[in-house]
């Protein structure tokens, strides 16, 4: 089987320089299916990127200039969509067999591609924004995307893959019938996570981590907001942030406005995965406030680490969690009961020590191994 992955992005080396929930599904995908199988994936490249690689097996094209940006930049976007179908001449001596888009912007090009080489065609979808795109990118941006999204939605895929029951719930709202959506979860590999045995050695101040993005949907803001409230029982209270993105700014003026800068770290964009697990394993808690997620990897990632989080009440992360196994859920946008969730785990020692169990066996059955098998079967099932 000759599997052609296309997606915005796709990490530099076998580290996995990952920045989004996206990126680390294909990378990780990709290197699974790449044991066995001829994996191929067609991504965009930054200036001083080598423009063919292979990492782990898999053969990685590099076709179309794409800085890294969560903002509109159609130019630059549709430019990529269009460098990836004049990239078919590169995939013609050995043609894929299946053709998968890992994102919005790639299932058009993606569908396009497979029909070309007669392969099959999967568009995989970590959540549908039909109805919610001028408010969440703008009245430009989000008119071509949902222009671009219902364009999509309308191809005769093979197949289509939904990392969570709530995304495919989705997508059947938005006509695609049940029996054509199968549900595929993200994952982690245990062997990337700390043991009970081995947790480093935490943050000598109590620590809030958040990984997120940092756009208006993740909410950052609420986080910053809790923390104000937390101070006067937790002085010693601190907050570390991994992301970047278009609200930087925003966040670190309203960190100084709310007088605890001195408590929010920024930590930007880290260069390897094992960076994002260290600070990560040595903090006490995750707290993410996202209002729009199909799947909420970072709560995943926590929990395999045996860190228990606070993380917003909605559809993805009741999920992911059931329920709230593995920490705490909160009313989302409500900075003060994130607080005393946080306050409430931080102060109940045996509460915590049930939390951080109960989510390593969550987290036990997302392995990317068993991912991998499970894509395998469906991709051979289309061939047969």
Sequence with gaps: ????????????SAAGEVRGGVEMRAFHCA???A???????????????????????????RCGKLPYTHSGALLSRLRFAWSVLRSARLLAADPPDIVEGENFL???????????????????????????????????TGFFGSVWERFALRKPWDAMIAVSNITKHQLVMNGIAPHRVTVVPNGVDPLNYPTPELIPTKYPRTTICCIARLTPEKHVDTIIRALVLLVP???????????????????RTL?????????????????????????????????????LEGFGIAILEAMACGIPFVCSRI?????ITQHGQGGMLFAAGNAEDLSEKVHFLLVHPKEYQKRSAQGRARASHFSWSQIGTQLEKKYLELLA
Aim: hydrophobic share 45%.
């Design 233 to 251: 029982q937790h002085p010693d209270i601190q907050l570390k942030i991994i992301g970047v993105g278009a609200e930087e700014q925003f966040l």
């Design 315 to 319: 559809p993805a992360h009741e999920e």
């Design 255 to 291: 960190a100084d406005t709310l007088e605890v800068s001195d408590r929010v770290e920024f930590l930007g964009f880290l260069p390897s995965h094992a960076a994002v697990v260290e600070v990560l394993a040595r903090s006490h808690l995750l707290c993410s406030a996202s209002t």
């Design 31 to 33: 290197r699974q299916l």
């Design 106 to 140: 790639c299932y058009l090009p993606t569908f396009a591609l497979a029909k070309k080489f007669r392969a099959k065609s999967i568009a995989v979808y970590h959540e549908s924004w039909i109805g919610s795109w001028i408010r969440h990118k703008g009245l430009i």
């Design 1 to 12: 089987m000759h599997l052609c992955m296309i997606t915005e992005y796709f990490p530099e």
């Design 35 to 61: 044991r066995h199988h001829q994996v191929t994936v067609l991504t965009s490249y930054a200036h001083g990127r080598a423009h063919v690689q292979t990492i782990d097996r898999v053969r990685v094209l």
